[in-house]
């Protein structure tokens, strides 16, 4: 009887010992499920599996809303800081934004036998000062007082921080053979080319013929601001100004 019963508590302590090892498996292995892993665990395998976003980029607009109008009147923030990049064979810098535009377009009018020159790209406000004062003291050499001096440059040389070219946004853009800023430069067929296709790009003329009253500004063949296409075109086809434009809108 006593060797009965000890048979029967060694048996039930086996029981007891195994019993007890398969539940703490099972419960090791619903911990390690992956759909019961840790915030720590997670927090580890942060480093070494990629971050994968839904989110899909949002393409460039060109709604009236984020075009810059820049002017005598809305002059630029001084704060104000494109992203640059460098516009290859040409040594100019312009916003990273119209830099696909700007090359398909110049490309596009080589294959038709043109020669373009980006004369300008981006210009510092720093720089735009200098440019000012330049045409300011030739012109008082030349007899005329300080006002009259500044009165007649910013017709074409626009005041500190009311220049395109601080955007990154705006090219002068000449014929390679003939690179001299005047008259004779809407002649070429390059200008020409450019004023009847540059909004297939996003690109407008900013100072157009016969609009100094709104713009301010003498008219410039080689200006050529980038708008989006959708603002371009409208621009373009009806012949006004993007101050019209966004009054318009």
């Known amino acids: 009887m006593r060797f009965r019963r000890t048979m029967t508590v060694i048996v039930g302590v086996i029981f007891l010992v195994f019993g007890w090892r398969t539940v703490t498996l099972a419960l090791h292995s619903l911990q390690n499920h992956p759909d019961n892993i840790s915030s720590r665990q997670e927090e580890r395998f942060a480093d070494v599996i990629p971050a994968y976003s839904t989110q899909k980029e949002n393409d460039i607009s060109d709604t009236t809303e984020e075009i810059i109008l820049v002017n005598k009147d809305h002059p630029l923030e001084e704060t104000y800081q494109p992203d640059l990049v460098k516009l290859r064979d040409y040594g100019v810098e312009v916003d990273r934004e119209i830099y696909d535009s700007l090359l398909s377009m110049l490309q596009d009018g080589e294959k038709e036998g043109l020669e373009f020159w980006v004369a300008s790209g981006y210009r510092s406000m720093e720089r ?3 440019l000012l004062d330049e045409d300011i003291e030739a012109l008082m050499k030349k007899g005329s007082s300080p006002s009259e001096a500044y009165e007649e440059v910013v017709q074409e040389t626009m005041p500190v ?3 395109e070219h601080a955007t990154g946004l705006a090219v002068d853009i000449v014929a390679k053979d003939y690179q001299i800023l005047d008259e004779k430069q809407a002649r070429t067929e390059e200008i020409q080319w450019l004023q009847d296709h540059c909004s297939r790009y996003g690109f407008i ?3 157009p013929e016969d609009k100094e009253d709104i ?3 003498s008219y410039e063949s080689w200006h050529f601001r980038y708008v989006g296409v959708t603002a371009a075109k409208e621009i ?7 101050e019209e434009y966004l009054d318009g809108k």
């Open 236 to 242: 373009m086809e009806k012949g006004i100004t993007l």
């Open 128 to 130: 735009q000062r200098e």
């Open 161 to 163: 921080g009311c220049s």
């Open 215 to 217: 713009t301010k500004v």
């Open 205 to 207: 003329l900013r100072y």
